[in-house]
């Protein structure tokens, strides 16, 4: 009786995401709270339907059809007394206009098109990026306030007030985003920039649990894709973007080794690069070179490439790198692209030059938190034969680490440094 | 073999945490999958019951008092049944206790279906 069709993973996060967008059509984004009850009785639904008999041969539709059933019904019932969607203005208001247009909302080409314009509106300029990032995890990829928390390494309570002073954002805008809006260029900047955020949040993760959540890049990279999708949003800059995601996601699976510990870049097993999306990183970084702007993305996308078209570290262009390190501090000076200029400098020209650039780090005490700068500096040291110094740092690296997976690392970087 | 009803019930509180976020709400579908696929491929699964809507009314007392809803008393809430094949009670209490809903605060009421003549 129970069929043996499996639910992808994630699925009910991504229907989440798809379902609320569909619903937000209908409601009006000032109603989001009910398209989320819509979704989660939906889920209730399913449930009860699936737990006993299996899962149907078309999950998705199915949800969908339960959800769409459902706010036929509200609609129905609430019209009077509750204002839906502006946009859709009267048409709601007779049953010959109404069946169609929930129809036309549960589309694939609606649910993108509306999956969009609340990324777009889900950076809404008076927010800040960390609420930003709240949104988009909660609305478009149908995380819950503590699955979010714990992702972001933040608590409980502070996460769900961003989300809360997010909405009450959203909700004042009464519409989303209208794509056509002479605003667009900017907008679509700041969105680059919070998917950039969260892949790098999944990428390097001070997360408690794991160091890389792989979670977070994916849906950074399935939005990034998205967005893709919009011809007006698909520039070169967000090709470098992307580029620059698919070819660090490549690296993911030699970036934790078969025990699950953090794996530096010299002991990757390169075999372990997921051929696949190394090559559709590096089309993707093919298109961005188009038009005349250089932007981060596509020096961080380039580092990348040289990186990835290394066949072993021996092999690698230091010197390109290096010249992609300059270019970038001097177009988005961090101490982090700092930092790590300087181990490019170490491999190109040795521990030496390596450990001057690290000490003239400018404002290294930003770096004071961060393990793998002293980890960086030990490395060096360790490397030009000063063990007892390369002790210390790793010592002082450890009492930094932000999980265990970084603290293993640390500690077997650290014994390694004791053998003679 | 003998017939066994399985009662599932919860508390409001508990399926809430169970179908919190479409994540946990994934999970708790799993479990229950994984639990049923098992009880069927032993061959314990006679009928896989009727999913029941959330709504309806609950009827009391002489008076006749009509509330809406299941949730009137929201301890108790019922989710459904199915029924299982068994040797004995011994046999239909143990296999009962894979059920997911065992994690949080619900419960398996296991009931032998009456056997023999009935009239």
């Not at chain 1, 970084?285 to 990835?308: C, D, N, Q």
Request: proline share 4%; net charge neutral; aromatic share 6%.
């Amino acid at each position: 009786m129970a069929t043996l069709l499996e639910l992808n993973e994630h699925f009910f996060r991504r229907e989440s995401g798809r379902m609320v967008a569909a619903l937000t059509r209908i409601f009006g984004v000032h109603n989001l709270s009910l398209a989320e009850d819509v979704v989660q009785d939906a889920f209730c639904r399913a449930m009860e339907a699936w737990k006993a008999r299996g899962v149907p041969e078309n999950p998705s539709a199915w949800l969908m059809a339960a959800a769409k059933n459902r706010a036929l019904d509200i609609v129905r019932r609430e019209r009077t007394a509750r204002t839906f969607a502006p946009e859709l203005g009267r048409l709601l208001e007779t049953e010959w206009t109404l069946a169609p247009l929930i129809d036309e909302a549960f589309t694939a080409n609606t649910i993108r098109d509306e999956q969009l314009r609340m990324m777009f509106s889900c950076c809404h300029p008076r927010l800040p990026e960390e609420a930003q990032l709240a949104l988009i995890l909660n609305i478009l990829c149908g995380f819950g306030a503590s699955e979010i928390a714990s992702a972001l390494l933040t608590g409980h309570a502070a996460i769900e007030k961003r989300i809360s002073r997010g909405k009450k954002v959203l909700a004042g805008a009464r519409t989303l985003f209208d794509m056509r809006d002479a605003e667009f260029e900017s907008r679509l900047s700041t969105v680059r920039r919070a998917l950039y955020l969260l892949f790098s949040e999944g990428y390097h993760g001070a997360s408690a649990k794991a160091a890389v959540r792989v979670e977070l890049c994916e849906e950074a990279m399935r939005l990034t894709a998205l967005l893709l999708e919009h011809p007006p949003a698909a520039t070169p800059t967000t090709y470098a973007l992307a580029a620059l995601m698919w070819l660090h996601a490549a690296r993911l699976p030699a970036r934790l080794d078969s025990e699950g510990e953090l794996s530096a870049l010299v002991d990757q097993d390169r075999t372990h690069w997921d051929a696949r999306r190394m090559e559709e990183g590096l089309a993707l970084f093919e298109r961005s070179a188009s038009g005349e702007e250089v932007t981060p993305y596509h020096l961080e996308a380039a580092i990348a490439v040289t990186h990835a078209s290394a066949r072993s570290l021996e092999e690698t262009d230091w010197r390109a790198i290096v010249s992609l390190y300059d270019r970038l501090m001097a177009l988005a000076p961090s101490p982090v692209v700092a930092l790590n200029r300087a181990i490019a400098i170490g491999e190109r020209d040795g521990a030496e030059r390596g450990l001057e650039a690290l000490h003239a780090i400018a404002d290294s005490e930003r770096l004071a938190r961060y393990p793998f700068h002293p980890a960086a500096l030990g490395e060096l040291e360790l490397r030009r034969g000063h063990r007892e110094a390369a002790r210390k740092h790793f010592r002082v690296a450890l009492g930094l680490a932000r999980n265990d997976t970084e603290r293993r690392f640390l500690e077997k970087r650290l014994r390694s440094s004791a053998d003679v | 073999m003998s017939g066994f009803i399985y009662l599932f019930r919860t508390t409001e509180a508990d399926q809430r945490e169970a179908m919190g976020t479409p994540e946990r709400a994934q999970r708790s579908m799993q479990a229950w999958l994984a639990w049923i696929r098992e009880l069927e491929a032993k061959g314990h699964l006679k009928d896989p019951g009727q999913p029941l809507e959330r709504s309806g009314a609950v009827v009391r007392g002489k008076k006749k008092v009509v509330t809406d809803g299941p949730y009137a008393e929201s301890k108790d809430l019922v989710l459904g049944f199915i029924v299982v094949e068994a040797k004995n009670l011994e046999q239909a209490v143990e296999l009962s206790k894979g059920c997911p809903m065992l994690e949080g605060a619900g419960s398996v009421e296991v009931r032998p279906v009456m056997e023999g003549p009935l009239s």
